[in-house]
């Protein structure tokens, strides 16, 4: 069981940053793999990025986000962060965090845990 609170969302220019948090209370954080997933009025939900545990050391982006946007942890604080970089337009969305079991997916349908949701708005 994990439970999980996003934040760090906000209003920024086109070309700015923002750095996301997911706050987990989940016992047994390190065992799961964490996904960063974004939702815009209209449109399914779409995967991001994920990380998987801190042992398999590997990190997945969506293309579209690939050397703009950084997904790290903090097993101590069990944080999960999204540093969002050089945003765009098209990044306005609102943004999930969410949780499987040990091995990270860019399918939503495959994490059993979600966040709320925190609304990330990019103005050009």
């Known amino acids: 069981q994990v439970q999980l609170v996003e934040s760090g969302g906000g209003l920024v220019q086109a070309g700015g940053s923002l750095r996301l948090s997911c706050a987990s209370s989940?016992?047994?954080?390190?065992?799961?793999?964490i996904g960063w997933f974004r939702q815009a009025p209209g449109k399914e939900r779409e995967f991001v990025a994920a990380?998987?545990?801190?042992?398999?050391?590997?990190?997945d982006y969506a293309d579209s986000v690939k050397g703009r946007f950084t997904i790290s942890r903090d097993n101590a604080k069990k944080m999960v962060y999204l540093q969002m970089n050089s945003l765009k337009p098209e990044d306005t969305a609102i943004y999930y965090c969410?949780?499987?079991?040990?091995?990270?997916?860019?399918?939503?349908?495959?994490?059993?845990?979600w966040g709320q949701g925190t609304q990330v708005a990019v103005s050009s």
């Open positions: 990380i998987s545990r801190p042992t398999s050391r590997s990190t």
């Open positions: 969410a949780a499987r079991t040990f091995v990270p997916s860019i399918s939503p349908g495959q994490y059993n845990y």
């Open positions: 989940g016992r047994t954080f390190s065992n799961y793999a």
